[in-house]
């Protein structure tokens, strides 16, 4: 974005700390007084995008030419050498794959000054590798902070692909990126990325894509905006080598290698991303209800012995399981945490697991078995259970061999509450859902309560639940009685 300064503005950009004009040649001077930086709000949102990858576990393609930028060329690191000091706007950062192609556009709009400034001889803002600002984003202010929520988004599937499947992931290599600036697609308009493997073969690639069609189906938002295409198997016009490219927003076609639909024919041989995503949707060798499926015609794998669960996960309001190549059928028991904010007192308590809408039995097994990934909605597995709000809870997944529970074969969650909305909440949601629901106050009147090495967070009866209390009357004279489920009584001081 173009910006006008005031000669106060001017003043600041070189001041004091500068040396004698007659140190700069006329060429430095307009350097100084006229570039617009890439400002300091799109740097700090570029380097949030970076550390919510990392955080996931992603690491992001980095390129040395794009390295501390814009003070890496001779002409910056000479007004360096001479001692200028720029205005504070003028940040150096390393910018990584997701954004580099904001650089471009940097460019572009200090691209008319430049002959001026270098006596025409030659360009101040190049890289060591010299890309031409062309391309899809013509737009004023180039990559909008608002736009990165897209890449986030399919930050997210990466993640999943990797936490939730297994699947190998190497690191992102590309988003809006410099390369990917002269051309018209998705990527230049923060709507696309690419990321490679660090081992590929055709199960690998089988088992992705398949995870691909699961988080399509279970996901409306992804049904209706994601895009894929493996460039494994196929090469685009742009494409530099092997990789995964995934699209959010806008139209695109799409290559699958390995989906089928309910016919046997496959899916995703260069068709709109619409129709791709619906016949996904509506084929059950991917997903029947809400549980993954294999095709009814495929032999159940059968074994002496039971191998191991892949991963047990909470995704959402769903409880997704891989069961790996081996299909059995599933036994699920439920577990409440009591005194779980005191952790000397933790319990763990089973709770009476009733049939839920479908897919389980009364005593708690699945009533189908089939290999691969499989999902199941949390609030639909206990529908027939009253729901407990705010009490931590988990869940002990098993296969079921010959009627039994293989105990061996036992994973457990993470532990999880329902919210009043009777949402799943894990992590830091979870564990601030306390404290939301806590009210303000000054003290607790009644039960006195103490810091014990028993309870040492003074909590009233050592196990009291503010998730798990309503007012009893009216507030009298600042004072108001919360009573819990189990008829206690806490009086605090407002």
């Known amino acids: 974005m173009k910006v006008l300064i005031t000669e106060e503005q001017l003043k600041l950009i070189i001041n004091e700390q500068n040396p004698d004009d007659a140190k700069l040649s006329r060429a430095e001077k307009n350097i100084l007084q006229n570039y617009i930086p890439i400002s300091k709000e799109q740097i700090a949102a570029y380097e949030e995008l970076r550390q919510y990858a990392e955080n996931k576990g992603i690491n992001v393609k980095q390129k040395d030419e794009f390295k501390n930028y814009p003070f890496n060329n001779d002409h910056m690191k000479k007004l360096l050498d001479k001692g200028v000091t720029f205005q504070q706007d003028v940040q150096p950062y390393d910018y990584h794959e997701l954004v580099s192609g904001v650089i471009s556009h940097n460019q572009a709009i200090n691209k008319d000054a430049e002959g001026a400034w270098l006596g025409g001889k030659r360009k101040f803002l190049n890289t060591p590798i010299d890309y031409d600002y062309s391309g899809g984003r013509l737009r004023k202010n180039d990559l909008e902070i608002e736009e990165l929520a897209n890449l986030k988004k399919l930050i997210d599937v990466v993640a999943d692909l990797k936490d939730l499947f297994g699947i ?74 092997p990789h995964i490219h995934m699209g959010y927003g806008g139209d695109s076609n799409v290559f699958y290698r390995w989906l089928k639909d309910k016919n046997g024919k496959r899916i995703g041989n260069w068709e709109s991303h619409t129709v791709a995503n619906k016949k996904i949707k509506e084929s059950p060798i991917y997903w029947r209800g809400y549980e993954l ?63 839920s809408s479908g897919t389980t039995s009364k005593a708690g097994v699945s009533k189908t078995s089939a290999a691969g990934i499989r999902s199941f ?28 529970l293989v105990e061996d074969t036992t994973m457990q969650t993470e532990n999880f509450i329902f919210d009043k909305d009777e949402n799943i909440l894990t992590g830091y949601n979870m564990d601030s859902y306390t404290e939301k629901c806590k009210p303000t106050f000054t003290r607790i009147v009644s039960p006195m309560t103490l810091v014990t090495p028993l309870n040492p967070n003074g909590i ?7 998730c798990d209390a309503k007012t009893k009357g009216d507030s009298y004279m600042g004072a108001t009685i919360y009573v819990d489920s189990k008829g206690r009584e806490v009086v605090v001081k407002q």
């Not at 493997?197 to 996901?219: C, H, P, R, Y």
């Not at 002496?304 to 959402?316: D, F, Y």
């Not at 909605?377 to 079921?400: A, E, H, M, W, Y």
Request: hydrophobic share 35%; with cysteine.
């Open 293 to 355: 499926m294999t095709n009814d015609d495929e032999p159940v794998v059968r074994t002496t012995k039971a191998p191991p669960l892949g991963s047990v996960k909470i995704k959402g309001n769903n409880l997704i399981i891989d069961m790996g190549g081996t299909a059995s059928k599933l036994g699920f028991r439920l577990y409440k945490i009591d005194n779980y904010f005191t952790p000397t007192q933790n319990k763990e308590v089973e709770v009476e697991f009733k049939k």
């Open 377 to 404: 909605n949390i609030p639909k597995l206990t529908s027939d259970q009253p729901i407990l709000i705010g009490v931590p809870l988990f869940f002990k997944v098993c296969r079921v061999m010959d009627g039994r």
């Open 460 to 466: 009233p009866y050592g196990d009291w639940d503010w």
């Open 168 to 241: 190998p992931i190497d690191r992102i290599t590309a988003g809006d990126d410099m390369y990917h600036r002269k051309s018209h697609g998705l990527h230049t308009r923060a709507k696309a990325i690419d990321f490679t493997l660090k081992t590929s073969n055709d199960d690998i690639q089988k088992k992705m894509e398949e995870a691909i069609a699961f988080l399509i189906t279970t996901d409306p938002d992804l049904r209706n905006n994601f895009s894929f295409i493996n460039e494994y198997y196929t090469k685009t016009k742009d494409g530099t080598g």
